[in-house]
């Protein structure tokens, strides 16, 4: 909405700053931080006089049962900053910011439903997994299919770009949409899994979505793209404010969720934010780094994958202590926030292997 003010700035000439997505994206950022720290305390007493706390596994780490009935659904706070911010700095004619959103609402709602049903409701099954997964098949169809009809760039329209090397590109034709697809719902799940530490998921989503808040920039402009030699798509700069709305969100909520924790996310907003910065990576033509800036997250679900597998066909044996990885660390005998930092770290390694590929090529 505020991108609109570029245009008095024959009356005011400061106004022009409007148009720049740098500016914007800055704002967007303070804006989302801001309301969250404002929001943030009114909000976490409001779940609190609604008895909505954390119900804690007996089969997990003990130290995890001093958590019992810590509030949570408090990915509502991010969710809502994030979607002000948005909606102030944007430009919402942009079709990527649509998408965005729309993945966003989607998604929101089926953690919002599983949360609303175990902790509101009571029961401990939440939301049936097969609707919570309906709902994001929903949103990755419709992204995948809208980006079929109507691809970022169309003379690579089922390209997946190869990075770190040299304008090398596979065509996957008609199974592009399928990995699509699998990158959408499998960095939504990613996330909800990783979100099981103080201050772990939104830490972590953090270098995750300045990581493509830069590649979008990038991608979006003409002489970077270029420059960078990756795929030029046309408006893909604008997803940099929504993506720094996200950023300004996800450290306004760790204000209150770092360890210890006043309050836990939930499914809210885990899933969104994961599905969310897969929608971006596709949109963006960078399918390929999302592994890599997104390290953590696949680490994480590798670790479910590998535990479940062993469990299964090598007679009830566990790889892990237990999975995801954090508590297996966790048992291992490292103090929860060490942990935290730690995965942080790697985070912000791989944000920079990420980078790295603009430049090795």
Request: with cysteine; charged share 10%; proline share 3%.
């Amino acid at each position: 909405m505020l991108y609109y003010a570029h245009y008095l700035r024959d009356l005011y000439s400061p106004l022009n700053v409007f148009q720049y997505i740098t500016f914007r994206a800055g704002g967007a950022v303070m804006t989302s931080f801001l309301l969250s720290l404002l929001a943030g305390p009114w909000l976490i007493a409001k779940l609190r006089s609604y008895k909505i706390g954390q119900v804690q596994r007996t089969d997990g780490p003990k130290t995890h049962l001093a958590k019992q009935g810590t509030t949570t659904m408090g990915g509502l706070l991010i969710f809502l900053t994030m979607v002000i911010s948005t909606l102030l700095w944007a430009r919402m004619d942009n079709r990527f910011i649509l998408l965005l959103l729309f993945t966003t609402v989607v998604l929101a709602f089926a953690g919002w439903l599983d949360d609303y049903t175990k902790l509101v409701k009571k029961n401990p099954q939440g939301a049936s997994s097969a609707f919570k997964f309906s709902l994001q098949i929903l949103a990755a169809a419709v992204v995948t299919g809208y980006l079929a009809a109507n691809p970022p760039n169309a003379a690579y329209a089922n390209f997946l770009s190869i990075p770190y090397s040299k304008e090398f590109y596979l065509d996957l034709g008609f199974l592009y949409a399928a990995l699509a697809m699998i990158i959408i719902i499998g960095s939504s799940n990613a996330v909800n899994l990783t979100d099981g530490l103080d201050g772990l998921a939104a830490g972590t989503i953090v270098f995750s979505a300045l990581t493509f808040a830069i590649l979008a920039y990038s991608a979006g402009n003409v002489k970077l793209a270029s420059y960078f030699k990756i795929i030029y798509v046309e408006g893909a700069g604008e997803m940099t404010v929504f993506l720094s709305s996200m950023i300004g969100s996800c450290l306004g909520f760790l204000w209150f969720n770092a360890y210890p924790a006043e309050v836990f996310m939930g499914d809210t907003s885990s899933l969104f934010l994961g599905g969310t910065i897969g929608t971006a990576a596709i949109c963006t033509k960078q399918e390929l780094l999302l592994p890599v800036a997104g390290g953590i997250f696949l680490m994480e679900t590798l670790s479910v994958i590998i535990q479940m597998g062993s469990y299964k066909l090598r007679n009830k044996k566990r790889v892990f202590l237990m999975a995801p990885i954090h508590h297996h660390f966790e048992l291992k005998g490292i103090a929860e926030s060490k942990v935290t930092v730690r995965f942080w770290i790697a985070g912000i390694m791989l944000m920079l292997l990420a980078l790295s590929s603009l430049k090795i090529r």
